[in-house]
């Protein structure tokens, strides 16, 4: 049986620690590699941590490069940063109004949400392996052009899309230089982290899924995809969302 390596990024988030605890159920993988701003610790021998200031183009390059050159390969990536809000001062909240958009808020939506992950995909892209995998971006329904009715959060909608182009783009460049990497923009539902906390009131109950439930979702999903239809942007449920 061929074993599978695969990398999460964002451990240490709601999501990310949910992905790794399912990856860990899987006995065909054989390394689970994390990466986070700080320590992350788990139980099972096969996660190998490593702490990265992932505002640092240079860190996350860095670290690929080694891998490229210890031969290290990924079947699955799972990214799943990113940022809503933040009381850390200056505060971070999604804009209600025209008159709430703020470059300094722009600019932070961009740099985590955007930015950063666009750089892993730049850099993974010579690390994947060529039979089938796999890189999963956690983006977010309000991320489609096509699917926004209600408005509002104009800098969390508007790196979210930004990162869809990305993946969009890259794709056309992955069909010719990682032509087995399939790469997904995946909508988890409404998840209860840290990150939907103060936006939780009017989600009914049913809709507010756990992490281990989109966790499952997300993995199962992405060893289900046809590298032909590359990129997809999906809901947890598999539905294709408009671009
Ligand atoms: N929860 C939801 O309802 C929901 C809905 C739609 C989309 N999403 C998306 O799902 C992804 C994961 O979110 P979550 O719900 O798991 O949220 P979370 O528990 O708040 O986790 C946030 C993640 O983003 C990283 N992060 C936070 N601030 C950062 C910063 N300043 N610089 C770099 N990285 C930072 C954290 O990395 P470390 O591991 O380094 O701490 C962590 O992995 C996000 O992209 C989010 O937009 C979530």
Redesign the pocket.
């Known amino acids: 049986m061929a074993m599978k390596t695969t990398l999460v990024v ?7 620690h949910a992905v790794v605890n399912y990856l860990c159920e899987d006995p065909t993988i054989s390394l689970i590699e994390t990466v ?3 320590e ?1 610790k788990h139980q099972d021998k096969r996660v190998f941590h490593t702490v990265i200031d ?2 640092s183009e240079d860190s996350i390059k860095r670290y690929v490069n080694e891998r490229k050159t210890s031969h290290q390969r990924f079947d699955a990536v799972y990214i ?5 809000h ?1 009381d850390k001062a200056p505060a971070l909240k999604p804009e209600k109004r025209l008159e709430d958009i703020s470059q300094r808020q722009f600019l932070e939506y961009f740099q ?2 955007t930015i ?1 992950p666009s750089i892993w995909l730049s850099a993974l892209v010579s690390v994947m392996t060529n039979n089938y995998s796999v890189i999963a971006l ?4 309000v991320g489609s052009i096509e699917d926004n009715r209600l408005g509002g959060w104009y800098g969390y909608r508007s790196s ?1 899309a930004a990162l869809n182009m990305v993946i969009k783009s890259a794709a056309v460049e992955y069909a010719r230089r990682s032509p087995s990497t399939i790469l997904l923009s995946y ?10 906390k103060p936006f939780q009131a009017n989600v009914a109950p049913k809709k507010l899924f756990t ?1 281990d439930f989109t966790a499952q979702r997300l993995v199962d999903l992405s060893y289900s995809l046809d590298i032909e239809e590359s990129p997809y942007f999906l809901d947890w449920a598999g539905k294709p969302i408009p671009w």
């Open positions: 964002g451990a240490n988030g709601g999501i990310g986070s701003r700080s992350y992932v505002a799943c940063t990113g940022i809503l933040s985590i949400n950063q956690i983006t977010a329904r979210k909508h988890p539902g409404t998840v209860d982290t840290s990150l939907s992490a």
